[in-house]
Nanobody
Framework: QVQLVESGGGLVQAGGSVRLSCAAS????????MGWFRQAPGKEREFVAV????????VYADSVKGRFTISRDYAKNTAYLQMNSLKPEDTAVYYC?????????????????WGQGTQVTVSS
């Protein structure tokens, strides 16, 4: 089993920056692609970004491209989401997720493990 714990959320002004972290643990966590999703109030959860296990592939939602950067630290088993130039429409609960395979993917049903989520609120 894999456990994912997000941290780093909070309240930030529009135009500001926040970095989210996702710490992974568990015997079966090894070569896993890791992704970020978000769910705004009254909306369905949506894909944000993903990074493959090898770091050679990253994919971003069009809405965050150029503003958000996903990365990972293999030694710490941690993935990060650096969010810059934040907008009020970025307000959501952000979820970290991990796949059972190395390849990046953008659909929620392609992810086996999920964190509990962390709230990011962007004020105008």
């Amino acid at each position: 089993q894999v456990q994912l714990v997000e941290s780093g959320g909070g309240l930030v002004q529009a135009g500001g920056s926040v970095r989210l972290s996702c710490a992974a643990s568990g015997r079966t966590f090894s070569r896993n692609a890791m992704g970020w999703f978000r769910q705004a109030p009254g909306k369905e959860r949506e894909f944000v970004a993903v990074i493959s296990w090898s770091d050679t592939s990253t994919v971003y939602a069009d809405s965050v491209k150029g503003r958000f950067t996903i990365s990972r630290d293999y030694a710490k088993n941690t993935a990060y989401l650096q969010m810059n130039s934040l907008k009020p429409e970025d307000t959501a609960v952000y979820y970290c997720a991990a796949r059972r395979t190395v390849q990046a993917a953008t659909r929620q049903d392609q992810y086996a493990y999920w964190g509990q989520g962390t709230q990011v609120t962007v004020s105008s």
